[in-house]
């Protein structure tokens, strides 16, 4: 058992209140959620006509600010790591070959994939909700010795790709805890609450992918679970589509029910009852016991099938299962997946450990360990919905009923992470307020995130591609405004010697594409792009790396205006004849800037000269050019060039001046120093002859 006290993090306000204040502001709170849809159904006395507040903690949770952003950058990591493990038959099939020999959820949903691979997949559009589950662990190895930090590092608990809840509990809770310090007059404090839109995201993701199935007559459909105790998030899900989008009919069906009121069409289209359906969102199916009978998996099967987008499909859903989880930690898996050696050796430092219970001597050890140890682990089965994991004794009793039996290759034995302790008041329903008493609480970080995923980058019948360039131009092909800000808005984070704002902001290309007649091949016309028929990556690489070049002459341009502005009264003082009011080390300076622009633009460089890479592709070199042409990139380079030897000749002549000018100083200076010469003689022929 761990026996260090666990390291603590604390709000900046101060959480002992006098006892009637403490119980004003918590009836205040009950109210508030109540009124605002932080709300679950009674799972004890069950009435759909009845709703009572979820658990809340009555302030916010402490985090440290860095880690929060830390922790965003991985989950988009993650979420990459995910959709290319989704998509690996190979790697699922071996890795999952002797968990679906003793757990029969596992084996039923590979069965439908092997199936769907088999037959080959009817949408080749996949939507992935998915939700990272982090704890920061405070356990630090050093020389072989436990150090306790505040904390220390990031460490993955579970990844969930099925039914990721409280897209809606979560930004309430945060308006709750708002609504909290403002009662106490911490209103200074509210600046340090992060913004949690993951509500309008997620739904925006399912509108998007209603979009892309191109019927504005379909539906979403919600697979529920039998009985739904979390209605108020899941409905406020189906509010948020209703506001972003009135058009979207959302409709509600369990499995059960599915059994009896779906079916395909003729063209595989998903129809329930009378509704085609565009894209189907679980929020259920991820756990045994919401598959009552054998039809309730052939339905599942039948969603497979359909044309339906699916969220999660059957891949995503395997790929988040704990034994994936765990063979991902070992050594060299994530670089199978992540070509990048630093981005994989940061995702490798989420993994805790992760033992599986597999009948080798790997197993074995792992079950002595946890027999041995049970408080230093936690023991858990493939399956997510949470309610399924054991520590602590329970993990030692099972192992040793299980410890020679094949049923425990389902489970997987994971490191305990000790994450920083913070005080807290928990409301629950039912007790009034009492026993209302500070308690010690531990914080999960779970980051939703979205993928919209496409085999082989395809929306629909349109692919999406973004190409990025060293000097950091960014072309991309069919995305939205909003995918083009959030991936802007990513890629700063890693910018280096970046452009001045305004120049980024004014300095852009938009243009529209459409494609040519058969047998023609890809060209410009009146500044539209006509992509061929066969046309490849490459074709569009050669106008992406064209229209590139073109913006990064425009920043180069704009930053030559902004330096000619920057000397514009010079040239003024010198029209009329007033004193120059610069000095020379300015004058230098300015010098050196020219200098530095007019290197970059002809010698690091390749805006005169075609790239090797089109010297052996001839159609592609005709098309760079074609394109450079149009954006007169030869001419804007020649005038840049004849403005910069412009600048060059005034910023000479003001050194010429300016050096002139210190000549003639130097010049009076040594006039004077011999006139001073000359009165000292004088002085002395007069001291030494007149005396006499």
Request: net charge neutral.
């Amino acid at each position: 058992m761990k026996e260090d006290k666990q390291a603590t993090m604390k709000l900046p306000i101060p959480l002992d209140l006098p006892k009637e204040e403490l119980e004003d502001l918590v009836d205040k709170a009950k109210d508030w959620a109540l009124i605002h849809g932080i709300c679950l159904r009674s799972k004890k006395v069950f009435d759909r006509n009845v709703l009572q507040f979820a658990p809340f903690t009555l302030f916010p949770s402490p985090f440290p600010r860095e880690e929060f952003y830390n922790a965003c950058d991985i989950q988009i990591i993650l979420n990459i790591l995910i959709h290319r493990v989704a998509h690996d038959y190979d790697f699922l099939k071996n890795t999952l070959r002797e968990t679906i020999k003793v757990d029969d959820f596992t084996k039923n949903l590979f069965n439908i994939y092997k199936i769907i691979h088999k037959e080959g997949v009817a949408q080749k559009i996949s939507l992935g909700i998915l939700r990272s589950d982090l704890m920061l662990d405070t356990s630090c190895p050093k020389k072989d010795i436990k150090m306790l930090k505040s904390h220390c590092c990031w460490k993955q608990v579970e990844i969930n790709t099925i039914a990721s809840g409280f897209g809606w509990l979560g930004p309430a809770s945060m308006q709750l805890h708002k609504f909290v310090l403002q009662e106490l007059g911490y209103t200074a404090e509210l600046k340090n609450l992060p913004e949690n839109n993951a509500l309008q995201a997620l739904c925006s993701s399912l509108i998007e992918a209603w979009n892309l199935y191109g019927n504005p007559q379909a539906v979403i459909l919600f697979v529920i679970e039998d009985t739904t105790y979390n209605i108020c998030d899941q409905r406020f899900h189906e509010y948020e589509i209703r506001k972003q989008n009135s058009d979207i009919k959302v409709i509600r069906r369990n499995l059960t029910q599915l059994v009896t009121t779906a079916r395909l069409g003729p063209n595989k289209e998903l129809i329930v009852s009378s509704y085609v359906v565009a894209v189907v969102y679980y929020r259920c199916g991820y756990e045994p016991g919401q598959y009552h009978t054998q039809k309730e998996w052939d339905v599942r099967l039948l969603i497979e099938r359909s044309l339906a987008i699916k969220c999660p499909s059957i891949q995503y859903h395997l790929a988040g299962t704990k034994k994936v989880q765990q063979t991902l930690a070992k050594p060299g898996m994530v670089a199978r997946f992540l070509k990048d050696e630093k981005t994989a050796a940061k995702i490798k430092e989420v993994f805790t450990g992760l033992y599986p219970l597999d009948f080798d001597e790997f197993g074995n050890a792992a079950v002595d360990m946890g027999i041995s140890n049970p408080h230093c682990f936690v023991l858990k089965p493939q399956r997510e919905g949470g309610c399924n994991n054991l520590y602590g004794t329970d993990i030692k009793n099972f192992l040793e009923s299980v410890k020679s039996k094949q049923n425990r290759v389902a489970w997987i034995l994971m490191d305990r992470i000790y994450p920083p302790v913070h005080r807290n008041y928990v409301v629950k329903c039912g007790n009034g307020n009492m026993n209302l008493e500070m308690k010690e609480l531990v914080s999960e970080l779970a980051l939703p995130d979205v993928i919209h995923a496409v085999a082989k980058y395809e929306v629909g019948h349109e692919p999406r591609e973004i190409f990025f360039f060293r000097e950091g131009s960014i072309v991309m092909w069919n995305i939205s405004d909003l995918e083009c800000g959030n991936v802007l808005q990513f890629l700063r984070r890693y910018e280096q010697n970046r452009y001045i704002e305004e120049l980024v902001q004014t300095e852009s290309e938009l243009m529209n594409y459409t494609y040519a007649d058969s047998g023609k091949k890809s060209h410009l016309k009146d500044g539209d792009i006509i992509l061929a028929q066969e046309a490849g990556n490459l074709d569009k690489y050669t106008f992406s790396n064209a229209m590139a070049q073109s913006v990064k002459l425009g920043i180069w341009e704009a930053s030559l205006n902004r330096y000619v502005d920057s000397i514009e009264f010079v040239t003024e003082d010198l029209k009329f004849g007033k004193k120059i009011q610069m000095t020379q080390h300015e004058v230098l300076r300015k010098q050196g800037e020219l200098f530095a622009l007019r290197h970059r633009i002809n010698l690091t460089s390749d805006l005169l000269d075609t790239p090797d890479f089109y010297w052996e592709r001839d159609d592609l070199e005709s098309l760079y050019q074609q394109t450079c042409g149009y954006f007169s990139i030869a001419k804007r380079t020649k005038v840049m060039n004849e403005r910069l030897n412009h600048c060059l000749e005034l910023v000479s002549i003001l050194s010429s001046h300016l050096s002139d000018r210190h000549h003639v100083r130097l010049e009076w200076m040594i006039i004077i120093l011999i006139m001073v010469e000359v009165a000292f003689e004088v002085l002395h022929y007069i001291d030494r002859y007149l005396v006499k």
